[in-house]
């Protein structure tokens, strides 16, 4: 290798990053070498997606320095970003996305390399993907929009990718499609590239990362090679002690009551119940969901009180309302219970909204403070206070942990448990078996279809995928 | 996905086609050169028109502005343009300039773009009407025969339809900018993310609305031989219910030229449409708001299809 290969494509000193008073980042060091693959873990608000626009070039620090050793910035020295919250055009086509990051396509027919260049770039790193380089974005499920994203990281465009920065890149994908991805990123790293990987699945994290750095509070805590962390001790410098391991076996089986939803597909629910969904991603665990959820809701004679509440996993699109505050976006569930004649009781509003930020940890100093101030995490915990706060006796959640870090996670199955002994019926799709196993029974969906009805001492690992492969020995 | 979902452009298609069948056979003289001629000639301008509208469209704002926009335009060509056509020119093109500008300003300040277009739609009404306080002035004389041009084959209008159906598309479509404008509707933050200027983007797509915009003012002077300061009022909603008419969407970056084009042409026809059927002014603004709420009923209907599939 020449001296120009080993020299860092990113270096950070002291680098610091406020935002008013919030100090996001709070003087970071760190260097990126080819070959480099960095885990980069920490709860949420740690000051992770801070420190991936620093290092991208998308925000200017506040304090400190960042170089780019050989370039003059961070597009031309190669670093690329792929972000949680999905950053295609959804009304343009994939090869066409791929060229509102790649200027160097143009002339007439820039259409031709665009497909090939994105095609290759698939066919590298999801071998057998099965997309079609001219469907518009946004009739592709979410998994493959993620895909398509990972692909356009990957891709020439220009430049060649030197440094790329995944944030949660695995959040939507299936087992298979993760372990592609993995697979990827360590030839990607093997031959001279880098990878910032950021994941709350730790798994995935030892499995690729040949260096940890563990971010709380805006500052890096922990940095060793990988072979010195333990799961344990990766979950205690991050600052949770969570209980990795010990297993959350369900406590004794509750009393659960009559059935209250029944479906066509044959998914059934009682009330009390956790009832999970699963299978492998983009199997129709959503749609039946959404398909649930809409028969339960869009009837205008029924009446003020709702059958059931929608957790959503895709925040930007079915969530959160953007211009809105955090105690607006809380509050519109259970306007009805506060009114007085139609008008909203302000002071009403306001404390059980207080209440709620309480109860599930919402991290802002003030409610009224707008919405997307919040972190990705949090942003979600406002959907589960908003789901959680209505009269709905059923709440139907579609993968709504993406993205929410560990401690977070075992609030809320804390929180959900002790709503279901209350009576509330769950309708749980995930896409991480480990939350699956929460439930008290589970439906392992195959191409549109429920394969295999899963009840406790059966809800494995093993025996989900099992479902999710072989329809024919489920049934 | 239906047939109808994954070809937009079918729905603007038929609905063009089965009006213009009931046209022909209420009256069957609209059947030749000569009549098509004079049911689409006034198509030209709106078709210009609802092209600019969807530039606006496309960067998810919209213009309240491109009636009155032009209506100035026609008063400037119809004075300055016939008497100096030098400082026509220059007038003409700082309006195009005016418009780029008010895109960037509209991005760069995050205002709502009904209102900032609102408010200066009585900009261009007051400029117009300084400019030709009663209807008057002259078209100049290139224009006039350029309008009235009569190509073998097919009538004028119908050829100014296809040439700007064809050019828009693949400004707008098939090139790499078009792309990258279309962007701006769909994701912004993806554009700038990707290290574009969305405020650029948006002086540019404002920027072509106001050169079609320009172009719509020419010619309908053209085909008026004089102007107005009201002439053109009713375009900005003309040219709203066309974008969406052929397929477009108000919110999205969803827009198709082709589409824009036919559903100008099915507006225009519309109202000759509802002369034929003898039936009295005071009924047909109404008459063509009933048109167009079937076409989207269909659109609808078709789309819902199209998702349960």
Same mark, same amino acid.
């Given at each position: 290798?020449?001296?120009?290969?080993?020299?860092?494509?990113?270096?950070?000193?002291?680098?610091?990053?406020?935002?008013?008073?919030?100090?996001?980042?709070?003087?970071?060091?760190?260097?990126?070498?080819?070959?480099?693959?960095?885990?980069?873990?920490?709860?949420?608000?740690?000051?992770?997606?801070?420190?991936?626009?620093?290092?991208?070039?998308?925000?200017?620090?506040?304090?400190?320095?960042?170089?780019?050793?050989?370039?003059?910035?961070?597009?031309?020295?190669?670093?690329?970003?792929?972000? @949680?919250?999905?950053?295609?055009?959804?009304?343009?086509?994939?090869?066409?996305?791929?060229?509102?990051?790649?200027?160097?396509?143009?002339?007439?027919?820039?259409?031709?390399?665009?497909?090939?260049?994105?095609?290759?770039?698939?066919?590298?790193?999801?071998?057998?993907?099965?997309?079609?380089?001219?469907?518009?974005?946004?009739?592709?499920?979410?998994?493959?929009?993620?895909?398509?994203?990972?692909?356009?990281?990957?891709?020439?465009?220009?430049?060649?990718?030197?440094?790329?920065?995944?944030?949660?890149?695995?959040?939507?994908?299936?087992?298979?499609?993760?372990?592609?991805?993995?697979?990827?990123?360590?030839?990607?790293?093997?031959?001279?590239?880098?990878? #910032?990987?950021?994941?709350?699945?730790?798994?995935?994290?030892?499995?690729?990362?040949?260096?940890?750095?563990?971010?709380?509070?805006?500052? #890096?805590?922990?940095?060793?090679?990988?072979?010195?962390?333990?799961?344990?001790?990766?979950?205690?410098?991050?600052?949770?002690?969570?209980?990795?391991?010990?297993?959350?076996?369900?406590?004794?089986?509750?009393?659960?009551?009559?059935?209250?939803?029944?479906?066509? @597909?044959?998914?059934?629910?009682?009330?009390?119940?956790?009832?999970?969904?699963?299978?492998?991603?983009?199997?129709?665990?959503?749609?039946?969901?959404?398909?649930?959820?809409?028969?339960?809701?869009?009837?205008?004679?029924?009446?003020?009180?709702?059958?059931?509440?929608?957790?959503?996993?895709?925040?930007?699109?079915?969530?959160?309302?953007?211009?809105?505050?955090?105690?607006?976006?809380?509050?519109?569930?259970?306007?009805?219970?506060?009114?007085?004649?139609?008008?909203?009781?302000?002071?009403?509003?306001?404390?059980?909204?207080?209440?709620?930020?309480?109860?599930?940890?919402?991290?802002?100093?003030?409610?009224?403070?707008?919405?997307?101030?919040?972190?990705?995490?949090?942003?979600?915990?406002?959907?589960?206070?908003?789901?959680?706060?209505?009269?709905?006796?059923?709440?139907?959640?579609?993968?709504?942990?993406?993205?929410?870090?560990?401690?977070?996670?075992?609030?809320?199955?804390?929180?959900?448990?002790?709503?279901?002994?209350?009576?509330?019926?769950?309708?749980?799709?995930?896409?991480?078996?480990?939350?699956?196993?929460?439930?008290?029974?589970?439906?392992?969906?195959?191409?549109?279809?429920?394969?295999?009805?899963?009840?406790?001492?059966?809800?494995?690992?093993?025996?989900?995928?099992?479902?999710?492969?072989?329809?024919?020995?489920?049934? | 996905?239906?047939?109808?979902?994954?070809?937009?452009?079918?729905?603007?298609?038929?609905?063009?086609?089965?009006?213009?069948?009931?046209?022909?056979?209420?009256?069957?003289?609209?059947?030749?050169?000569?009549?098509?001629?004079?049911?689409?000639?006034?198509?030209?301008?709106?078709?210009?028109?609802?092209?600019?509208?969807?530039?606006?469209?496309?960067?998810?704002?919209?213009?309240?502005?491109?009636?009155?926009?032009?209506?100035?335009?026609?008063?400037?060509?119809?004075?300055?343009?016939?008497?100096?056509?030098?400082?026509?020119?220059?007038?003409?093109?700082?309006?195009?300039?005016?418009?780029?500008?008010?895109?960037?300003? #509209?991005?760069?300040?995050?205002?709502?773009?009904?209102?900032?277009?609102?408010?200066?739609?009585?900009?261009?009404?007051?400029?117009?009407?300084?400019?030709?306080?009663?209807?008057?002035?002259?078209?100049?004389?290139?224009?006039?025969?350029?309008?009235?041009?009569?190509?073998?084959?097919?009538?004028?209008?119908?050829?100014?339809?296809?040439?700007?159906?064809?050019?828009?598309?693949?400004?707008?479509?098939?090139?790499?900018?078009?792309?990258?404008?279309?962007?701006?509707?769909?994701?912004?933050?993806?554009?700038?993310?990707?290290?574009?200027?969305?405020?650029?983007?948006?002086?540019?797509?404002?920027?072509?609305?106001?050169?079609?915009?320009?172009?719509?003012?020419?010619?309908?002077?053209?085909?008026?031989?004089?102007?107005?300061?009201?002439?053109?009022?009713?375009?900005?909603?003309?040219?709203?219910?066309?974008?969406?008419?052929?397929?477009?969407?108000?919110?999205?970056?969803?827009?198709?030229?082709?589409?824009?084009?036919?559903?100008?042409?099915?507006?225009?026809?519309?109202?000759?449409?509802?002369?034929?059927?003898?039936?009295?002014?005071?009924?047909?603004?109404?008459?063509?708001?009933?048109?167009?709420?079937?076409?989207?009923?269909?659109?609808?209907?078709?789309?819902?299809?199209?998702?349960?599939?």
């Amino acid at each position: 290798m020449s001296e120009h290969e080993s020299a860092p494509i990113v270096t950070l000193t002291d680098a610091a990053k406020h935002f008013g008073p919030v100090r996001a980042l709070d003087g970071v060091s760190l260097s990126v070498r080819p070959g480099d693959c960095l885990g980069l873990v920490g709860h949420n608000g740690a000051g992770k997606s801070t420190l991936v626009y620093l290092v991208n070039g998308g925000f200017a620090p506040s304090a400190g320095e960042i170089a780019f050793p050989g370039a003059a910035n961070a597009a031309e020295a190669g670093v690329r970003s792929v972000f @949680q919250e999905l950053s295609l055009c959804p009304n343009l086509t994939v090869a066409e996305n791929l060229r509102i990051s790649n200027r160097g396509l143009t002339g007439i027919g820039w259409r031709r390399p665009a497909r090939k260049v994105i095609t290759e770039s698939l066919d590298r790193i999801f071998p057998g993907h099965g997309i079609d380089p001219d469907a518009e974005v946004d009739t592709l499920p979410i998994a493959e929009r993620q895909m398509v994203e990972i692909a356009i990281g990957f891709a020439p465009r220009g430049t060649e990718a030197r440094l790329v920065i995944l944030d949660e890149p695995t959040s939507s994908l299936d087992a298979g499609i993760a372990e592609q991805l993995l697979t990827h990123i360590k030839s990607f790293c093997a031959s001279g590239g880098a990878v #910032i990987f950021i994941s709350h699945m730790l798994g995935e994290v030892f499995q690729v990362a040949s260096r940890i750095i563990v971010l709380k509070d805006g500052r #890096i805590v922990a940095e060793r090679p990988t072979a010195e962390f333990s799961r344990q001790g990766l979950v205690e410098a991050m600052g949770h002690v969570a209980a990795e391991g010990t297993g959350q076996a369900a406590e004794a089986v509750r009393h659960t009551g009559e059935i209250v939803i029944r479906t066509e @597909q044959g998914l059934t629910a009682r009330a009390g119940e956790i009832v999970g969904l699963s299978g492998l991603a983009g199997h129709g665990q959503a749609q039946a969901l959404a398909k649930l959820f809409l028969s339960q809701s869009s009837n205008w004679r029924a009446g003020h009180d709702p059958k059931s509440v929608f957790v959503a996993g895709d925040r930007p699109r079915d969530g959160i309302l953007p211009l809105w505050s955090i105690l607006k976006n809380m509050s519109i569930s259970f306007l009805r219970q506060i009114e007085r004649w139609g008008v909203v009781d302000r002071a009403a509003e306001r404390a059980m909204t207080e209440e709620w930020k309480k109860r599930i940890g919402i991290r802002t100093d003030d409610v009224t403070n707008p919405v997307l101030s919040l972190s990705g995490g949090n942003q979600q915990k406002v959907l589960f206070a908003r789901a959680l706060a209505s009269t709905a006796p059923v709440v139907i959640m579609d993968d709504p942990m993406r993205g929410v870090d560990v401690g977070t996670k075992q609030d809320v199955y804390a929180m959900i448990r002790d709503e279901a002994t209350r009576g509330r019926t769950f309708l749980w799709y995930s896409t991480e078996t480990e939350e699956v196993c929460q439930c008290d029974r589970v439906f392992v969906f195959r191409n549109g279809e429920i394969s295999a009805e899963l009840t406790p001492p059966n809800i494995t690992e093993e025996r989900i995928l099992e479902a999710s492969f072989h329809m024919q020995e489920a049934s | 996905m239906s047939f109808f979902s994954r070809y937009r452009i079918l729905l603007p298609v038929i609905s063009l086609a089965v009006l213009l069948a009931a046209t022909f056979y209420m009256q069957p003289r609209a059947m030749s050169y000569f009549g098509l001629n004079l049911l689409f000639n006034l198509a030209v301008p709106i078709a210009l028109a609802t092209i600019a509208q969807m530039m606006i469209l496309m960067v998810n704002d919209i213009d309240l502005s491109i009636g009155a926009f032009v209506s100035l335009v026609a008063c400037v060509t119809a004075t300055f343009l016939n008497d100096a056509p030098l400082l026509g020119l220059l007038i003409l093109a700082a309006l195009i300039l005016a418009y780029a500008a008010m895109g960037a300003v #509209i991005d760069a300040l995050d205002l709502p773009a009904i209102v900032v277009t609102l408010g200066m739609s009585f900009v261009w009404g007051g400029l117009a009407l300084f400019i030709l306080p009663s209807p008057g002035g002259a078209a100049p004389g290139w224009l006039r025969t350029l309008m009235t041009v009569k190509p073998p084959f097919m009538p004028m209008a119908v050829v100014a339809a296809i040439l700007i159906a064809f050019v828009t598309h693949m400004l707008i479509i098939r090139s790499g900018f078009g792309t990258v404008l279309r962007g701006v509707g769909g994701n912004a933050r993806a554009i700038s993310r990707a290290g574009l200027s969305v405020t650029r983007l948006k002086a540019w797509a404002y920027g072509l609305a106001g050169l079609f915009g320009v172009l719509a003012g020419m010619a309908l002077v053209g085909l008026t031989t004089a102007a107005d300061a009201n002439i053109a009022l009713r375009y900005t909603l003309l040219s709203i219910a066309g974008v969406i008419l052929g397929g477009g969407e108000f919110t999205g970056g969803k827009v198709s030229p082709t589409g824009a084009v036919i559903g100008a042409l099915t507006l225009t026809l519309a109202a000759s449409f509802l002369s034929f059927l003898r039936l009295s002014p005071d009924w047909q603004i109404g008459s063509q708001g009933a048109i167009l709420i079937l076409v989207l009923t269909a659109r609808l209907v078709f789309s819902r299809k199209g998702d349960a599939a």
